[in-house]
Antibody
Framework: EVQLVESGGGLVQPGGSLRLSCAAS????????MHWVRQAPGKGLVWVSR????????NYADSVKGRFTISRDNAKNTLYLQMNSLRAEDTAVYYC??????????????WGQGTLVTVSS | DVVMTQTPLSLSVTPGQPASISCKSS???????????LYWYLQKPGQSPQVLIY???NRFSGVPDNFSGSGSGTDFTLKISRVEAEDVGVYYC?????????FGQGTKLEIK
């Protein structure tokens, strides 16, 4: 069974840092691209970042570029999101999600349960 | 960036009746590889999103056949042939033809 379990969220002051983790199990983690998607309280889904299977290629939304860093440790089956210079508008539930490639199709299929990041003084 | 626009933003449906949600993209989602990079997700209350439809019209594994996706280019539709109580939640379309991936605003489905 595919499982994605996020951790590391919490309350942080503006300008502070936080590192999120996403522990993956039930599939070959090193074969899949991975994403972070966030959802501000009561709002919709917003894509944040993507990393390829070997970690050498990364992409970011403009709103987090230069402040957030996505990475992965395939030996530990874990995805990370290092968040620096946090702002109030970064307050959201952060989901990690798997992008699966099979039978010629790409699908962002499994999502974790999310971890809440609150940026406030 | 590709802008995704959903209508309506809310929907109240009697159980057993059909429902339809529209999603329009600001650019064509048809890739040169022949695939259409349009997806539908349902986020049930208190849960993370779950995929319903991929590549515009393909039902994901385990999704009931009363869900169907259609459309091409920039205009897409998600249809529920007979709404059930367990279908409540917020439906999102998403495009992945171009970075940044982008979602529609969401359509909240409730039961009358």
């Amino acid at each position: 069974e595919v499982q994605l379990v996020e951790s590391g969220g919490g309350l942080v002051q503006p300008g502070g840092s936080l590192r999120l983790s996403c522990a993956a199990s039930g599939f070959t983690f090193s074969s899949n691209w991975m994403h972070w998607v966030r959802q501000a309280p009561g709002k919709g889904l917003v894509w944040v970042s993507r990393i390829n299977s070997d970690g050498r290629s990364t992409n970011y939304a403009d709103s987090v570029k230069g402040r957030f860093t996505i990475s992965r440790d395939n030996a530990k089956n874990t995805l990370y999101l290092q968040m620096n210079s946090l702002r109030a508008e970064d307050t959201a539930v952060y989901y990690c999600a798997r992008e699966y490639y099979g039978s010629g199709s790409y699908v962002v299929d499994y999502w974790g349960q999310g971890t809440l990041v609150t940026v406030s003084s | 960036d590709v802008v995704m626009t959903q209508t309506p933003l809310s929907l109240s449906v009697t159980p057993g009746q059909p429902a339809s949600i529209s999603c329009k993209s600001s650019q064509s989602l048809l890739h040169s590889d022949g695939k259409t990079y349009l997806y539908w997700y349902l986020q049930k209350p208190g849960q993370s999103p779950q995929v319903l439809i991929y590549e515009g019209s393909n039902r994901f594994s385990g999704v009931p056949d009363n869900f169907s996706g259609s459309g091409s280019g920039t205009d897409f539709t998600l249809k529920i042939s007979r709404v059930e109580a367990e279908d409540v939640g917020v439906y999102y379309c998403m495009q992945s033809i171009q970075l940044p991936y982008s979602f529609g605003q969401g359509t909240k489905l409730e039961i009358k």
